[in-house]
């Protein structure tokens, strides 16, 4: 089915661990991006993409890393996890006009203990 | 740069009652503006969007106009059903950064029976 497909949808790991948080489109939407949601905060724009190979950094990058080496895929990765970073985190995409609504997908929500 | 402000929630409404969730925005240039929603357990949706000032944007009951003299964008119903329950974001496109959206902190609705 067409669409945006986070996984996985709910993740516990450990202070210090590394963990890789999937994000799929089958729209061959230009533009992707990542957010995490905080209570107090909202969402928060963490890193985005203009097209496979580029990539950029929004308000909260510190942490993590991010490739797009497919159109489609735009994974996001916590290097060394921190407690900081319990969240849930959406990846979203568009076309990248600004006219153009974001599309989210149904988020996954990370525990770091 | 670019940011939203809204009113802090929770609004708690009984069935039938008006709705008005406030948003004013700071923006260089002239940003579309939308309201996202979010129901519990799910990523965000678009519910409605204005490209322009005076535009009036409008889906499912629900109106926002964009009062570019005022800085504004807030949204209204007329009616709200139990069914509307859920977390209402504000949002303007951001240019700077791939057209990413800068949310407002988001507004939790609650309405009752």
């Known amino acids: 089915d067409a669409g945006i497909t986070q996984s996985p949808r709910y993740k516990i790991t450990e202070t210090g661990r590394q963990v890789t948080l999937m994000c799929h489109q089958t729209?061959?939407?230009?533009?992707m991006f990542w957010y995490r949601q905080d209570l107090g905060h909202g969402l928060r724009l963490i890193y985005y993409?203009?097209?496979?190979?580029?990539?950029d950094k929004g308000e909260v990058p510190d942490g993590y890393v991010v490739s797009r080496s497919k159109t489609e895929n735009f994974p996001l990765t916590l290097e060394s996890a921190t407690r900081s970073q319990t969240s849930v985190y959406f990846c979203a995409s568009s076309v990248g006009q600004d006219v153009t609504p974001l599309h989210f997908g149904n988020g996954t929500r990370l525990t770091v203990t | 740069g670019n940011s939203v402000t809204q009113m802090e929630g929770p609004v708690t409404l009984s069935e039938e009652a008006f709705l008005t969730i406030n948003c004013t925005y700071t923006?260089?240039?002239?940003?579309?503006l939308f309201w996202y929603v979010q129901y519990p357990g799910e990523g965000l949706q678009l519910l409605l969007k204005?490209?322009?000032?005076?535009d009036k944007g409008s889906n499912k009951g629900f109106e926002a106009t964009y009062r570019k003299e005022t800085t504004s964008f807030h949204l209204e119903k007329g009616s709200v059903q139990v069914s509307d329950s859920a977390v209402y974001f504000c949002?303007?496109?951001?240019?700077?950064?791939?057209?990413?959206?800068?949310f407002g902190k988001g507004t939790s609705l609650l309405v009752t029976p």
């Open positions: 729209w061959s939407h230009s533009y």
């Open positions: 204005a490209t322009k000032a005076d």
């Open positions: 923006a260089t240039g002239y940003p579309s």
């Open positions: 993409s203009a097209a496979a190979d580029i990539t």
């Open positions: 949002a303007l496109s951001d240019q700077q950064s791939g057209y990413a959206l800068n």
